[in-house]
């Protein structure tokens, strides 16, 4: 029996694929290793240990590579979930050296985002002697956008993952892992807030007047739930060898295309499915780049390097980058008698009427 740690296994996509692992059985607790950057000692620590008796719990802090390396010490396959440091990855601003006072915008260098943290894990993972790696990469850069090059994606949050499959790869190819895999997760179906303009959660709330969304641009994404995600991960990391060794997919499906197009939906389309929800209709509105940045920088006070870095993410879905057909999700599902779960449904357990 082989023995799994997994990352970020407190948080969401790391704590659903724990969760699904011990539900569904799939290996003794005893053989799985829950890792958080928390101490022994802490409600964190603690919570991840109750789970199930024989679940071990390390800790591995991304900042701190020895704590990786301990805590895979035994490790065959490691799920390494990918840092939520998102500001890592943020575009500096640096003076121009004409000695005008100007400054502009600089991105960060491969190996300085979110991929150091990653890097981190994946030395500490070789060092520790784990022969298979997974890693959570996400549902950015299909089809077309995937012929411009394996490094091609319009969206920022697509940068580091496409470092992090790069370094993988290199590494594997040295010979350093018996296999790496890259598991392009699928787009959160609970994430919409986020693509909504940061709308609030609940649909209400400080938001309750709101119904106008402005954004860069529009584009269908194929929405999966994280509770879909976690039990597919896990038949991934429990799967016999070989199944799933140096391969990379998406978990992510337009499944359900009978029923109104299914999980694939615009931005304005979730839009329509938060305002149906809560009572009233939201209007989403393409104003393209510049008036996305202006507008929710000036107007609604968010950080600008946040905002610049996450307003590529609309022209990625306009090219299409998002409209994920991968039949490996339904599949493994479908080994635990589990369908997709439909958008609509996340969305109504989220929002509430106003
Ligand atoms: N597929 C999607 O649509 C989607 C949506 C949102 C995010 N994501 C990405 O998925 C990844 C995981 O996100 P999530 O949604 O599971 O987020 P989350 O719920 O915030 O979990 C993040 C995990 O990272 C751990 N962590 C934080 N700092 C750490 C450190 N210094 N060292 C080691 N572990 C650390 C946290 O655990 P401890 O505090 O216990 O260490 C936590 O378990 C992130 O890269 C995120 O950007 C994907």
């Given at each position: ?16 694929t ?5 539900a ?76 005008s006072?100007?400054?502009e ?32 990469s ?15 994606s ?23 892992f ?11 179906a609970e ?19 709101r119904?106008?969304?402005p ?5 269908t994404?194929c ?19 070989g199944?799933?060794?140096?391969r990379?997919?998406?978990?992510s499906?337009?499944a359900?295309?009978?029923n ?14 938060v ?25 609604r006070?968010?950080?600008a390097?946040?905002?610049?870095w ?12 998002c ?32």
């Amino acid at each position: 029996m082989p023995t799994i740690a997994v990352g970020g296994a407190s948080g969401k996509i790391g704590g659903a694929t724990l969760s699904a692992l011990l539900a569904h059985n799939l290996v003794p607790a005893s053989s799985i290793i829950a890792l958080t950057s928390s101490r022994p000692g802490s409600s964190t620590f603690d919570a991840l240990a109750a789970k199930a008796p024989g679940l071990r719990v390390r800790h591995a802090d991304f900042e701190d590579a020895a704590s990786f390396e301990k805590a895979l010490e035994g490790v065959d396959r490691f799920f390494l979930v990918s840092t939520p440091h998102v500001e890592l990855d943020f575009d500096r601003r640096v003076e121009v050296e004409d000695g005008s006072g100007k400054w502009e915008w600089q991105e960060v260098p491969d190996g300085q985002g979110r991929e150091r943290h990653h890097r981190v894990a994946i030395d500490a993972a070789a060092r520790a002697g784990v022969s298979r790696i997974y890693y959570t990469s996400l549902a950015f850069a299909f089809d077309r956008a995937a012929k411009r090059g394996k490094h091609a994606s319009k969206a920022g949050v697509m940068r580091a993952h496409l470092r992090t499959e790069a370094y993988l790869a290199r590494q594997r190819a040295a010979g350093v892992f018996g296999s790496a895999t890259a598991v392009r997760e699928g787009l959160y179906a609970e994430s919409w807030p986020l693509y909504l303009g940061e709308f609030a959660a609940d649909g209400g709330g400080r938001d309750a007047e709101r119904t106008e969304v402005p954004i860069a641009g529009d584009g269908t994404a194929c929405w999966t739930a994280i509770a879909d995600l976690g039990v597919a991960n896990a038949l991934v990391l429990a799967a016999p060898g070989g199944e799933f060794d140096d391969r990379t997919f998406y978990l992510s499906t337009r499944a359900g295309n009978t029923n109104g197009g299914g999980n694939a939906k615009t931005v304005s389309e979730i839009g329509a499915l938060v305002g149906k929800a809560r009572g009233k209709e939201i209007k989403v509105k393409v104003v393209g780049r510049a008036e996305h940045e202006r507008y929710y920088v000036e107007e609604r006070g968010l950080d600008a390097a946040a905002v610049r870095w996450w307003v590529g993410t609309y022209e990625a879905l306009e090219e299409g980058e998002c409209e994920v057909d991968d039949g490996t999700l339904e599949g493994l599902l479908g080994r635990v008698g589990m369908k997709p779960t439909r958008v609509e449904e996340v969305i109504g357990k989220m929002v509430k009427r106003v």
